[in-house]
Every structure is written in C-alpha cells, then in structure tokens.
C-alpha cells in the first residue's frame, strides 16, 4: 500500500500518519495494522466504506455486544465529540480504555480532535488526558474533495484558533514553539491546499498544522475568541467555522490590546498578516459570508434574528467561561458586552 511512515510528535502520545485514499483501503490498511476486531465509527453514510460501519449514538452497545481493539472514528468534529463523550464514560465504568482509538477526519477542523478536549452536548468543553487517540490518519484526497465555501471558512478557523492560542502561551514555552510551527505552515500552504486541486502535500501540510495546533491544546486550553464563537454558535444557527470566521476581525485586536504575552510588536504583525490571509482566504466567497452578527438575520443570509437577550446570553457565555478565567481573569464584563457588540453592530473595539 502506498502510505507514509506515522510520525510522532515529542509533545504528545499521539501520532500521525498520511494515508491518501485511505477510505478504499480501509480494510487492507486495518489487516496490516493488525487489528483483528475494528469498530468503524461514520455518521454520514459514505459510499466509500465498504466494511461495516455504526453510528456515532451506536458506540455504546455496539461496544457491549461484540469485543473491539480498535474503534475507527470517520467523521467531523461532532462525530468525535459524541464518541469521545461516550468513550468517556466507558473509560470510568471500565477503569481504563482497552483498544486504540484512531481518527480519520473529514474536514480541517476535526483534525484539532487530537486534543483530548471534547464538547458536550450542553456545549461545555471537556479535558481527558486518556481521549487523546493513538494515531490521526489524514488523507488530502477527503479534504480536496471538501466543499469551497467550507473548507475555506475550516480553513480560517484554523487560523483563528492559532491566534487565540498564541496570545495567551508564554515565548520560548513548548505551546508556543508549536503554534509558531503550525503558523508557518498555515501561512505558507494554506491557500493553494483550498485552491489547487493539484497541491496534495499542501492539504496535507495543512492538516498538520491543525494537529501541531491541538498537540499544543493538549498542553493549554484556547483563549476567549474560542469562547466567544461557542457562545454565538450556542445562540444563533451559525456554526463554529462561520462565528470564528466573523468575530475574528473585531475581537482579535481588542484581545491584542487589553492581553497578550507575545511581545507588542509580533503581535501586532501577526493580526495583520491575518487579517490578510483571511481576506485572501475567503476572497471567492464574500458574498455568502455575512460581515457581521447583525447581517446575519438580513438578506441575502435571512438566518434567523439574534435578540439583545440572546446578545446579553452571548455576552455572559464568555465571561462566565473557563477560557475567559483561565486567559484573562482580570477582565470585567462590561469589557466583553462591548466586544460582543461590536461582533454584532461591526465597529471597532477598543
């Protein structure tokens, strides 16, 4: 079979390997592996799996009937959040987990399911150290085949969840060194893996750069512009690339302003040079992105209205969460109401 030697990261247990077209090979790549009882895991019915495969609300009993040395996630971030979510649960009843977990992802995002962070149905975040999976097999061919607008806003999430990270982990710490590995990266490959269809090593580079990102999450959690997009995803029927996408350009300067541990100047050429790249990024695809919170409500987008309660419950999301405590403790809320109006009314934040 025609695969790339796994690779492993010094900062985490987990390992990678890039697999192109894995899917058509599943079941060679399982027998060379040497798993003897797979549990296959894909919510969205795929025409390209041909051995048997449950649901992600399946894992469960499906793990009760039949013994298992290998539970194979295929899927996107909500497909690993709703099995880590179990695997939890198993991990407790059992004292332990006894198979490997691998994860095939189909989008940039779900890549970060590397972390042992999960998000549960309530919309809380969750760290176990023992749902980091053993191996990440990434296959550009699942990524290139992505549709445009949102592999571009995945993309820009990406990015997003970079910076965020970025300003709140000391210099010269191993968290940083990632980031600043997995920013090199992005910035380099990060348009032609959306825009060549001929640039494989690009996706795959791309998708490293998520899993540097989230070997660097294993270590810290994200910062406050994490915790503001879950909270507008938890009010409005964006979802967590598109409310990344959008409050990036008013909360990133104000984040940059009020704290930072980058020094000054990096950090006021880092927002540039990704305000940039994220207009580079999302260029093919302005008119169906909305600008702002309110636009979201409005034509051509017609999304559905956001309240000034539903606003005030953003508002509280982020100041009341573990991000907001753990990366700006200091912070008072009248500080976030204004961040998040901003988002909504778009002017500049201070």
């Keep these: 079979m025609d695969m790339k030697s796994p690779l492993m990261s010094a900062y985490s247990q987990s390992g990678y390997a890039c697999v192109p077209g894995i899917i058509g090979k599943l079941g060679e790549w399982i027998e060379m592996k040497g798993w003897a009882s797979p549990l296959i895991v894909c919510d969205a019915p795929s025409p390209l799996i041909t051995l048997e495969y449950v649901r992600s609300s399946q894992v469960a009993p499906a793990l009760k009937s039949s013994p298992c040395d290998v539970i194979i996630i295929f899927g996107d971030e909500i497909t690993t959040d709703r099995v880590k979510g179990t695997l939890r649960d198993i991990y ?7 198979f490997e977990t691998v994860i095939i992802p189909t989008t940039y995002c779900a890549v970060r399911s590397v972390s042992g962070r999960y998000l549960d149905e309530k919309g809380i975040y969750h760290f176990s150290s023992y749902l980091v999976p053993s191996l990440l097999v990434i296959d550009e061919e699942i990524l290139r085949n992505r549709e445009s607008l949102a592999a571009s806003l995945e993309a820009v999430s990406l990015m997003v969840h970079i910076f965020d990270m970025f300003t709140s982990t000391v210099s010269g710490s191993c968290q940083r060194h990632l980031l600043e590995e997995a920013y090199t990266i992005f910035s380099r490959h990060a348009y032609d893996a959306l825009y060549s269809r001929g640039a494989a090593a690009s996706r795959e580079l791309l998708a490293i750069a998520s899993y540097l990102t989230a070997t660097a999450q294993n ?12 909270a507008v995803v938890n009010h409005s029927d964006l979802n967590a690339a598109e409310s990344a996408s959008l409050a990036f350009p008013y909360l990133g300067p104000a ?17 540039e040079e990704m305000l940039l ?9 302005t008119s169906h992105i909305p600008k702002t919170l309110h636009a979201v409500s409005r034509p051509p987008f017609s999304r559905g209205t956001i309240s000034l309660t539903e606003l005030a ?9 573990i991000e907001t405590a753990v990366s700006m403790p200091d912070i008072d809320h009248q500080s976030i109401i204004s961040w998040v109006e901003s988002i909504y009314w778009g ?4």
């Design 347 to 350: 002017y500049e934040s201070t």
């Design 92 to 98: 407790h009843e059992k004292k332990g987990l006894p």
């Design 219 to 230: 270590i810290s959690p994200p910062g406050i512009i994490d915790a503001c997009s879950r």
């Design 277 to 285: 790249l994220r207009e580079n990024l999302l260029s093919a695809h």
């Design 255 to 271: 984040v940059c302003q009020v704290q930072t541990s980058m020094e000054e100047k990096r950090a006021e050429k880092m927002m």
């Design 313 to 321: 419950a953003i508002a509280d999301d982020v100041y009341n969460s």
